[in-house]
């Protein structure tokens, strides 16, 4: 999928953002936050994105992987 620079705009919302980025949203709560678990169970085979008051009660399901964290003042490359 390629989008013009005056297209851009209408890019679906999961490719719009803007740098830096200083929080996003618990896929679970809906809660704002600058830290976010990237984790996956039985219940949710896809990744999903856990703030930490979320992440401690998922982590306790069955077949729980973490993949990583989601920092949002991360520094530039």
């Given at each position: 999928?390629?989008?013009?620079?005056?297209?851009?705009?209408?890019?679906?919302?999961?490719?719009?953002?803007?740098?830096?980025?200083?929080?996003?949203?618990?896929?679970?709560?809906?809660?704002?936050?600058?830290?976010?678990?990237?984790?996956?169970?039985?219940?949710?085979?896809?990744?999903?994105?856990?703030?930490?008051?979320?992440?401690?009660v998922?982590?306790?399901?069955?077949?729980?992987?973490?993949?990583?964290?989601?920092?949002a003042?991360?520094?530039?490359?």
């Amino acid at each position: 999928m390629t989008f013009s620079s005056a297209g851009w705009a209408d890019a679906p919302c999961s490719l719009r953002f803007d740098w830096p980025m200083t929080s996003m949203r618990c896929d679970y709560c809906g809660q704002d936050g600058s830290i976010h678990y990237r984790i996956r169970t039985a219940a949710s085979v896809n990744w999903r994105f856990a703030c930490p008051e979320c992440w401690k009660v998922q982590s306790q399901q069955p077949q729980y992987q973490y993949g990583g964290t989601r920092k949002a003042n991360r520094r530039q490359r």
